[in-house]
T-cell receptor, first 114, second 109 residues
Framework: ETGVTQTPRHLVMGMTNKKSLKCEQH?????MYWYKQSAKKPLELMFV???????ENNSVPSRFSPECPNSSHLFLHLHTLQPEDSALYLC?????????????FGPGTRLTVL | SQQGEEDPQALSIQEGENATMNCSYK?????LQWYRQNSGRGLVHLIL?????REKHSGRLRVTLDTSKKSSSLLITASRAADTASYFC?????????FGSGTQLTVLP
């Protein structure tokens, strides 16, 4: 276990549904991240939060809405998704957002959009 | 743009053999990290090498970094079936970790 948990582990949703992914870290870290991993593509950074403030948004469509209520919790709210949004969504945390910091990943949520 | 790129994309070896994976990147870096991912799971950090280091060891892992060639290699010695996974390099430019597409390593028992 890396100290980062994600729920649910699997999610199937229709294009009109609204759902949320949850991430929790028990490491006392200050930075949290959302990544998208699609088959045969590099890991894509979506959002970065540092001390609860969003510091990066890598041109992610507005149908993905992140929320970071505190340094330990991170949510990704989903609405009106497209089938191409089907992927493994990974959450990670690190002590800071500095480039020397190791990131600790959760097990991911496998999302399927029908 | 994508920073790190692993080579080969897939590698299959027998248990006990050594496995070597390479990573090339485009711009200057401060450090380079290697991560491992078991199928359908999250990534696990293996090792970090700084730009002023040339070689680093951790157990059966050996990482080299050649900043003049903008490349790094990960060597796993005496491989085991449990080493079967995808391996990713990650570089720290521009202000975030940028991952490559990974090398899928299969170790046959």
């Amino acid at each position: 276990e890396t100290g980062v948990t994600q729920t649910p582990r699997h999610l199937v949703m229709g294009m009109t549904n609204k759902k949320s992914l949850k991430c929790e870290q028990h490491l006392g870290h200050n930075a949290m991240y959302w990544y998208k991993q699609s088959a045969k593509k590099p890991l894509e950074l979506m959002f970065v939060y540092n001390f609860k403030e969003q510091t990066e948004n890598n041109s992610v469509p507005s149908r993905f809405s992140p929320e970071c209520p505190n340094s330990s919790h991170l949510f990704l709210h989903l609405h009106t998704l497209q089938p191409e949004d089907s992927a493994l969504y990974l959450c990670a945390s690190s002590q800071q957002t500095g480039y020397t910091d190791t990131q600790y990943f959760g097990p991911g949520t496998r999302l399927t959009v029908l | 743009s994508q920073q790190g790129e692993e080579d080969p994309q897939a590698l299959s070896i027998q248990e006990g053999e050594n496995a070597t994976m390479n990573c090339s990147y485009k711009t200057s870096i401060n450090n380079l990290q290697w991560y491992r991912q078991n199928s359908g799971r999250g990534l696990v950090h293996l090792i970090l090498i700084r730009s002023n280091e040339r070689e680093k060891h951790s157990g059966r892992l050996r990482v080299t970094l050649d900043t003049s060639k903008k490349s790094s290699s990960l060597l796993i010695t005496a491989s085991r079936a449990a080493d079967t996974a995808s391996y990713f390099c990650a570089t720290d430019e521009p202000r975030q970790l940028t991952f490559g597409s990974g090398t899928q390593l299969t170790v046959l028992p």
